[in-house]
Each structure stands twice: as structure tokens, then as C-alpha cells.
């Protein structure tokens, strides 16, 4: 492998998604072939080729069709095992990313991203600066790396001009779980409410966009679109919007003891714009792609989501 920062890249990209992790705890207890695994996990061909595309150099395949775990893979693995051991009962302190740091804030942090969606916990840390800093940090590294892999998918399906149906799911998930981090952003940082409010709906747009394709690819029995001329454009219009919007997150990001959240304040200023800009690009990817746009209609304290096919 390549660089240090290489061989980190690929750690975390492998790690952050929890199918992912799944993959490599499944394969950790022995060889599996490429059904066995479509069975186990209960998901479509095209999400555990993307999947295991993802693994990259984790994941082995051997002369009789079997997946292994690679001897990088497996090491990987072993940091995750390490991570989620539970604390030493009496410690007080522990070393995270070489930062010395108190038991009471990892838990913090840990409870942020495995309760991601509960806005009520965001609330409950605004009382806490440097706790909240770390929570407001942990929550923007995560909205902002759904951001990148969504880019890369778009990218992937632009270089081969195929738009499949593993990857609108991937697409439609990243953006789902953008929107949860940044609803948490929005409660931990009021001072940047309206951008992050921002960014949160065009993550919703978008995914409510690809489950609206995924549904249309079903409907038709198809697992990929051979992408015309104009779908090309507008998914491109798509990715160039998801960058620019990208800008918005912090220029640097610090957790532990002292943490950082730094903003490029004249970029940030510009992500309202970008996101109304996005929801034109979003209008032409349902045109494209001939699917009904949903509208929101409030109905006292509910919703009702009608399809419009015209």
C-alpha cells in the first residue's frame, strides 16, 4: 500500500459504513462465497458489489470463488475490536488518536453517533462547551464524509456511464444519514442554523430523488440505467452541487481535550445559495430521469406525500 495517510484513508472508508463492517466480522469467521453473502446479509447484488468494491484491499478473493478476510483486513478488524472493548472499570483516562482523554467524553461521543437521530441528546450537551465542540465536530466529520462518498458515487457512475441500483441505494443512505448529523449540527450550533438547515434539506431532496429512481428501477425489473446524454448532465450538475455545498463544512476539525471547529466564514455564507441552486438540479434529475416529483403537504400537526407523475 501507499502512503501512511493511504493506508488511513482506507481504514476509515472501510470502517464508516456498518455493512461494511458487517462484510468483514462475517468473513472474519471463515471464507464465504458471493451468494452466501447476499443470503446472509439479506441485500441486493448491486449494494454488496459496491460493498465489497469499497473493501478493496481488506477483503481477499480466492481460486475458489470464496471471500476471505486479507491479512490487512484482518489487522484492520483487530482496530476495530480494540476500539469497542469496553473500558477498564477505574480508568479514567484514555488514549483516542493519541489525544489523552477523559472516559466521561468518549462515552459522550459515543452516545452522539449511536443516537444520531434523538435531537433531544443535542440539546442535552449544549451546556457543556467542550463536550459540545467535540459532539458539534464528530457530527460535521460524518455529515461532511456522506457528503464525499455521495460525490464519489456520482462520480463512479459518470466514469462508466451506468447509474446502478446499489449505488442509488448507497446514494439515497449516505444522504439520509447526512441529514441526521446535521440536524444535530443545527441544534449544537446556532450560530450557523441557517446553512446547515440548508445543506439538511438538499440531503433530504436528494434521497427522497434516489429512492424515487430505485423505485422506478424496480418497477422496470432493471438493476442499472445506461445513462443518456441528459441524465449525464444533470448528475453531474448534481455532484458540482454536493461539492460547492461541501465547502460549507468547517476548514478544520479538532476533537479531544482542546477541540476546534474552524469555519471559512465567506464560503459558508454562500451554501444558501448553493442549495437553492441544487434544487433546480434536483427538479432536472426527476425530469431526466422520468420520475414523479413528491410534493410535502401539511395536514394539520402530519404529512402526506402525494407523487406527481405529470
Request: some cysteine.
Amino acid at each position: 500500500m501507499g502512503s501512511e495517510e493511504d493506508t488511513y484513508n482506507v481504514i476509515f472508508h472501510a470502517l464508516k459504513h456498518p455493512l461494511r463492517r458487517r462484510i468483514l466480522r462475517r468473513l472474519d469467521a471463515g471464507p464465504a462465497s458471493f451468494t452466501g453473502l447476499l443470503n446472509e446479509l439479506g441485500i441486493d447484488n448491486g449494494l454488496l458489489n459496491y460493498h465489497l468494491n469499497s473493501l478493496g484491499e481488506l477483503v481477499a478473493k480466492g481460486l475458489d470463488e470464496r471471500y476471505r478476510l486479507s491479512e490487512f483486513g484482518a489487522a484492520t478488524l483487530s482496530l476495530t475490536r480494540r476500539v469497542e472493548e469496553p473500558v477498564k472499570r477505574g480508568d479514567r483516562t484514555i488514549n483516542v488518536l493519541g489525544w489523552r482523554t477523559p472516559v466521561s467524553r468518549v462515552l459522550v461521543l459515543v452516545a452522539v453517533l449511536l443516537l444520531s437521530s434523538n435531537v433531544y441528546l443535542a440539546y442535552s450537551l449544549r451546556e457543556a462547551s467542550s463536550d459540545r465542540t467535540n459532539a458539534l465536530g464528530w457530527a460535521l466529520l460524518q455529515a461532511r464524509g456522506s457528503y464525499g462518498e455521495s460525490v464519489n458515487v456520482l462520480g463512479d457512475a459518470l466514469d462508466g456511464g451506468v447509474l446502478e441500483l446499489g449505488a442509488v441505494g448507497v446514494l439515497q443512505n449516505d444522504m439520509m444519514d447526512a441529514a441526521r448529523y446535521l440536524r444535530i449540527a443545527s441544534v449544537l450550533d446556532e450560530g450557523h442554523r441557517g446553512q446547515w438547515d440548508a445543506l439538511r434539506e438538499a440531503a433530504d431532496g436528494l434521497a427522497q430523488a434516489s429512492q424515487q429512481i430505485m423505485g422506478r428501477m424496480a418497477s422496470s425489473g432493471g438493476t442499472e440505467i445506461e445513462l443518456s446524454l441528459s441524465q449525464k448532465r444533470c448528475l453531474e450538475e448534481v455532484a458540482v452541487g454536493l461539492e460547492r455545498m461541501g465547502e460549507a463544512f468547517p476548514v478544520e476539525l479538532v476533537l479531544g481535550s482542546r477541540p476546534r471547529v474552524v469555519y471559512d466564514e465567506e464560503q459558508a455564507a454562500d451554501v444558501v445559495t448553493a442549495a437553492l441552486e441544487f434544487e433546480g438540479s434536483l427538479n432536472g434529475l426527476y425530469e431526466a430521469f422520468s420520475i414523479g416529483r413528491p410534493f410535502e403537504i401539511v395536514l394539520g400537526e402530519g404529512y402526506l406525500w402525494v407523487e406527481d407523475d405529470t
